[in-house]
């Protein structure tokens, strides 16, 4: 990855300018991202809204490093990780990114606490799987096997793994998708406490507007561009929304 650029504004965590994705599928060509300019800072929760198709997913990859732009540019703090090689976005993943997804992949043989404890053997200078799990209100779920886990409970120690490495980081991509509100409420309750304690740059992609309200900044993506971007003046806690 290229050196930090001294330009850079301080505090700023993503820089993206003219990043585009094309997809090539035999004959078919697939614009996914149509040329992307958006800054997030530091330490912010982003709701990030569309469409089904209108980028906001593979911008989320690019930005978490499983993906790469076809023209553009990305940086993360600084650094160029859209000219990384595999070995160097293998490394950025491991040291600055966590993952959510709308199902949990658990191992199911594991208990919570062994789901978790997978991430914190290989992170630098991990929460312990104990911690992890208190920040999402599981401790006394550590010794439960997936199967013994409500969906939200599931959602939550998937959570709690993505965090035990302290990530700079955190993409969320539909984490209450398969959710009721009741129950999302409480997946976004964790969301925003991992975002207050450890002040990880939070990116959460939704189809559901009404989540749009607990966000620092709103981010609407449509046919692969960046439509509109506000910042909410007054935000609101996880439990005064509803869907």
Known sequence: MCASDPSERPGLCFRARAVTRIYNSGAATVHALRGVDLDLPD??????????????STFLNILGGLDTPTSGEVLFRGVDISRADQR???????RHVG??????????????????????????????????????GLENRLDHFPAQLSGGEQQRVAIARAVAKQPSVLL?????????????VRVLEALKTVNDSLGATTLLITHNAAIAAIADRVVIFADGR??????????????????
């Open 172 to 184: 969320c991509d539909e984490p209450t998708g398969a959710l009721d509100s009741a129950t999302g």
């Open 99 to 136: 993952f959510v997804f709308q199902f949990y992949n658990l191992m199911a043989s594991l208990t919570a606490r062994e789901n978790v404890a997978l991430v914190t053997e290989i992170a630098e200078a991990p929460l312990t799987p104990e911690a992890a799990l208190a920040m999402v």
């Open 43 to 56: 330490g912010e929760l982003v709701v990030v809204l569309g469409a089904s198709g209108s980028g906001k």
């Open 226 to 243: 960046v439509r509109e971007v506000r910042k909410n003046a007054d935000k609101r806690l996880p439990g005064e929304i509803s869907w």
């Open 88 to 94: 160097q976005l293998t490394e950025y993943r491991r």
